[in-house]
């Protein structure tokens, strides 16, 4: 980084920011198998965390991938690269006051590792979308586990290239198996517990 370049320290703060939203700020980092529900329980979430009038933003995988990242491919190196700028992305707006969720495959340990060295103690909450490989292919509306197993998408994850599950998630939820409404409670109760939202806040209508 060039030597000249210096942190800005705002006047507005994070605390200042979090107190007129009236909530914590962090990031939900959703991951698991293509298919597996990452982006519908995310933005589920979203709507819940918005009926307790918490601000929030879901980065969602092909989303950014129109925009911020258009310009990456599918390799391991673009993936990572992926999932640094989002982490990135996802630290500016945990600053803004804001609830960043995120819905990424991201495969590999080491880069959600890094975006959780990005984030202060407790702002990264990583959560397993735990579905099985057959239960996400059945899912699969797209066909591309069906291409990826003919040869015809290279580096697929969980088919030409693996996926490192979680060693030590803030919480795993079993989308293979429970409905999205059980799901999402599962976060939000967490959420609870941790003292990041209250469950007994409503937005004014």
Known sequence: MNSNI???????????????????????WFTGLSGAGKS?????VEDMLYDLGCRT???DGDNVRHGLCSDLGFSIEHRSENIRRIG???KL????????????????????DLVRSLAAEGDFIEIYCNTPLDVCEQRDVKGLYQRARRGEIPEFTGISSPYEEPLNPELTVMTGAQDLD?????VLEYLNRQGKISLTNQRSQ
């Open 40 to 44: 519908t329980l995310a933005h589920r």
């Open 182 to 186: 059980s799901c999402a409670m599962q």
């Open 88 to 90: 990135e992305m996802s």
């Open 57 to 59: 933003y879901v980065f």
């Open 93 to 112: 707006f945990v600053d803004a006051g804001v609830i960043a969720l995120t819905a990424f495959i991201s495969p590999f340990r080491h880069d959600r």
């Open 6 to 28: 210096v942190w800005h320290q705002a006047t507005v703060t994070r605390q200042r920011r979090e107190a007129m939203n009236g909530h914590k700020s962090f990031i939900l």
